[in-house]
């Protein structure tokens, strides 16, 4: 059997020769074509075709999961990001856990995942990579030796060794 009788025909999907599995749509009355990204599963990039169609060319689109119609995620407007962040969500519906990938025998590759204006702001002003909170630190915390020139008493009986001895 040629491994092209057992890859999966979606329609608007196809496969890169590395194996990741892509799609586009042609926007209607243009020639230009909305990317909607690079994916691990074919069905994923199927799910992400099948919201811009919908999308783009009405309820009677042909689809890959017309089954699955009401619970894709609809763009808020025509305008390609819109699209494509629409997609993108309905793709990552179809992503296969960890384990499933190693059972088919695939290997486990990063997926990029679009993330919001507003969450890549949260990740930017996070208090463990702030400048104001690192600021905040020095003045609560006392500048010195935090005991004066004097150690505690305890420490007068300590022996030192080396670890290298």
């Not at 194996?19 to 243009?30: A, N």
Request: overall charge negative.
């Amino acid at each position: 059997m040629k491994e092209q009788d057992t890859v999966p025909v979606y329609i608007g999907v196809r496969k890169r020769k590395w194996g990741k599995w892509v799609s586009e749509i042609r926007e209607p009355g243009k020639k230009t074509r909305i990317w909607l990204g690079s994916y691990e599963a074919a069905e994923m990039a199927a799910a992400a075709y099948d919201v811009a169609a919908l999308h783009l060319k009405g309820p009677n689109a042909r689809l890959n999961f017309p089954e699955l119609v009401n619970s894709f995620p609809k763009p808020v407007s025509s305008n390609a990001e819109d699209v494509q962040l629409a997609a993108q969500q309905a793709a990552t519906r179809f992503r296969r856990p960890t384990w499933q990938q190693e059972a088919a025998g695939g290997a486990v590759v990063p997926v990029r995942v679009g993330l919001s204006p507003s969450q890549i702001q949260a990740i930017n002003e996070s208090p463990l990579d702030s400048p104001k909170m690192w600021m905040e630190l020095e003045c609560a915390l006392p500048v010195g030796e935090p005991y004066g020139s004097n150690p505690p008493e305890e420490w007068d009986d300590t022996d030192y060794y080396s670890i290298w001895d």
